[in-house]
């Protein structure tokens, strides 16, 4: 592709070189090849202007530069390399990666979800749902990505524009209509969906999390705005807002005064609401109220956040088109999502849970959960869990007191301590689990903090594994070994029955 196209609607501050030809965009030097144009742009760790040298000997033909330094120097030492200088890298990626890939955000009708907890729950629902009414998707997201029932890694939440878009054309040429993907506030404050047009936006939760990164409560709420009111290029055609949070009506109301219809949904308020909710162990049922209509939804998920994560799909595939009754007859199919709240069962007279619970309101909500089951029971609710290193320190003291509030006894161990010392987390977390005064132990291997947790567990308790959910692997200082909670706790269970 010519240079022109590739570059057809990027704001240039300046721009040199020759008319090339480019056989692909990259925004890290590591992957340039032969024909590439590389964006070097400045980041949070390190400057990818440092590797432009290392581009041109990979022989890229462009360098789309965000530093008025590394365009002169490019200008100077590389004049047979088109040389292009932007205000803001990750942007001009977007209409880069946009351009290079023949516009497949344009051809697919696109469903973001954005919040602090639930998006990767209501995402594989909302795919399930629109599967079912036997449209092909691609979906994006923390497990993995599927493009047109093809399964590939997830390095990220919501990736960089570039791979996201790749895998937009990948699904246009497999024949995908609709794509559903996880929008991250990381990636909404970087630019790795600038400009992408969403038809429908979805809101979960605004809870604390994140806060090394965007600072405040009220940064991280402007990031997750941008999905809503046009920061993004043009709003979305329908926002589906969950109003029984208590920043949804803000975000309702920036995403009306943007242009977008709102359909807000809650278990009592809202367009799209849950009336007598019956809640087992194994799976839920309600009524669906709806704006045109009521239906019975049956799920194999359980607990009131899967209620409005399930309300939230559901109103976002009436949105894209889907009719009630189709909603209603595919939901009781639809399975549960890995890690999410997933039974360990190996024939023992008590359940073991993993859940992916890694702040303090998922913890809070997950062990009021778990309390509810085990009521009939008599049963104890122990309680598994640890904070992710290089995250939010400021969430450790508050998931303390989360797990030691509504628990009956607490294991503290690590979760992907990554560069950080495990028992430097631990300590973080002291304070608040202390002033609980639920009874703990503190074992920061995690492997024998699950042996501990499933040791302590009698007939109708509820084991709760709380933290790493699908993950196969913990981050340590050290490097990253493979690693399942449920493999773990499967083995351990296996364990405890062999020696009666
Ligand atoms: C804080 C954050 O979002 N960091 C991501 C971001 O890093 P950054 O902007 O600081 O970039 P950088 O590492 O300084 O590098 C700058 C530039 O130099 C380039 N480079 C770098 C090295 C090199 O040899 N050559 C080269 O060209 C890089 O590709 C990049 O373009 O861009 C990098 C390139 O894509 C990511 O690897 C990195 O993810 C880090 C590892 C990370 O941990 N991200 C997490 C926090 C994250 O993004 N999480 C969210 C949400 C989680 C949730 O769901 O709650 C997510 O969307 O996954
Ligand atoms: N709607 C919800 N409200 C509050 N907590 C929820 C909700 N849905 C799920 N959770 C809790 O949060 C955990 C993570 O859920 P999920 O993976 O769907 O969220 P996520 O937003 O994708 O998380 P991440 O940002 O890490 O990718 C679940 O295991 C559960 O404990
Ligand atoms: N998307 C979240 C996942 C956290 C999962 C938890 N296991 C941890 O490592 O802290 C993050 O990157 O902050
Ligand atoms: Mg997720």
């Known amino acids: 592709m010519k240079i022109d196209e590739v570059t057809a609607g990027v704001e240039c501050v300046r721009r040199a070189g020759p008319d090339v030809e480019v056989a692909g965009v990259e925004y890290d030097s590591r992957s340039v090849g032969a024909g590439s144009l590389f964006v070097a742009m400045r980041g949070g760790s390190v400057d990818g202007n440092r590797y432009v040298a290392d581009a041109v000997r990979e022989d890229a033909t462009a360098i789309v530069t965000d530093s008025a330094a590394a365009f002169d120097e490019v200008v100077q030492a590389y004049p047979q390399i088109a ?18 890939f023949h516009h497949p955000e344009q051809k697919l009708a696109l469903s973001g979800v954005t919040g602090t907890n639930g998006k990767t729950t209501t995402a594989f629902l909302l795919e399930g749902l629109l599967n079912q009414a036997q449209r092909k998707t691609v979906l994006v997201g923390t497990i993995e990505c599927h493009v047109a029932g093809k399964v590939k890694p997830s390095p990220h939440t919501t990736p960089e524009s570039r791979d996201l878009l790749e895998l937009f054309d990948e699904g246009v040429r497999a024949g995908v209509t609709e794509a559903v993907m996880e929008v991250s506030s990381h990636a909404l404050d970087q630019g790795r969906v600038h400009g992408l047009p969403f038809d429908v936006a979805i809101f979960t939760n605004l809870t604390r999390d994140h806060l090394d990164y965007h600072g405040t409560m009220e940064h991280y709420f402007h990031a997750k705005l941008a999905l809503f009111d046009g920061t993004l290029g043009q709003p979305p055609r329908v926002a589906v807002v969950n ?26 308020t809202g367009e799209f609401r849950a009336e007598e909710i019956r809640m087992r162990t194994n799976g839920m049922s309600f009524r669906l109220e709806a704006p045109h209509g009521a239906a019975e939804i049956t799920s194999r998920l359980t607990g009131r956040v899967n209620v409005h994560n399930l309300l939230a799909a559901l109103a976002a595939a009436l949105a894209r088109g889907l009719t009630l ?45 778990a309390r509810e089951f085990v009521q009939s029971s008599g049963g104890r609710v122990l309680t598994l869990f640890g904070c992710g290193g290089d995250r939010d320190k400021t969430k450790r003291p508050l998931m303390g007191r989360a797990a030691g509030e509504g628990s009956d006894f607490v294991v503290l161990t690590s979760d992907n301590p990554r560069s950080e010392e495990p028992e430097a987390i631990l300590r973080d977390v002291l304070p608040g689990l202390e002033a609980t005064h639920c009874e703990f132990i503190a074992e920061p291997d995690r492997a024998r903090a699950i042996a501990l947790a499933v040791g302590a567990a009698t007939a109708g308790d509820i084991v709760l594994l709380a933290g790493k959910g699908h993950e196969k692997t913990q981050t340590l200082r050290t490097g990253t070994i493979p690693f399942d909670d449920v493999s773990v706790a499967m083995t351990v269970l296996r364990e405890r029955r062999k020696q009666g």
């Open 83 to 100: 040389a292009i200088e932007v205000r803001h890298g990750r942007k001009a990626l977007a209409q880069l990666a946009a351009n290079f």
């Open 243 to 268: 109003i029984d949070d208590e920043h949804g009506a803000r975000f309702a109301l920036r995403a009306r005064e943007a242009g977008a219809e709102i359909f807000s949904y809650g278990i009592e």
């Open 325 to 369: 009754e189709q909603v209603a007859a595919s939901s009781a199919s639809l399975p549960c999502v890995p890690g999410r709240f997933q039974t360990v069962d190996a024939g023992q007279p008590f359940t073991v849970v993993v859940d992916y619970a890694h702040t303090d309101d998922a913890l809070r909500n997950l062990i009021a959960l």
